[in-house]
């Protein structure tokens, strides 16, 4: 878990973005970012430009609750103890485990930039897993 937190908001947004199907793609030489639905959403000069220009997870909360949503479509479960494990104190955690009311309090608590994080681990996961 430490390697997300070492990510900035950038590298986590174009994570998160690429998991959630976004991609680029060259065009002579030009790069065209796409949504999963294949439409464009912009032609750029670098690649790096255009994943600038991806949904902003870690800041937006409409944007953290997509990826978040997302996350508990595919193992809800497993979101929810990686967003509890990243967001509580160590001491917490046993306590929460009982106390189904908590964990909700946790959640709906948590920053934009802690459910990205969460989002990440959890879609990650389930890339591998799946």
């Keep these: 878990m430490t390697q997300v937190k070492d990510m900035t908001d950038q590298q986590l947004n174009r994570a998160l973005a690429g998991l959630m199907g976004y991609s680029v793609s060259t065009e002579g030489r030009y790069f065209n970012l796409s949504r999963s639905n294949g439409d464009s959403v912009g032609i750029y000069t670098r690649e790096e430009s255009a994943w600038t220009f991806v949904p902003d997870y870690c800041s937006d ?18 979101y929810a103890e990686t967003l509890v494990e990243l967001i509580s104190k160590p001491s917490d955690r046993r306590r929460l485990e009982h106390h189904p009311w908590g964990i909700i309090t946790v959640a709906l608590t948590a920053s934009p930039r802690e459910r990205a994080e969460a989002a990440y681990i959890t879609l990650q996961g389930a890339k591998h897993n799946g």
């Design 61 to 78: 909360h409409a944007e953290s609750q997509e990826v978040e949503s997302r996350a508990i479509e595919l193992v809800g479960v497993r």
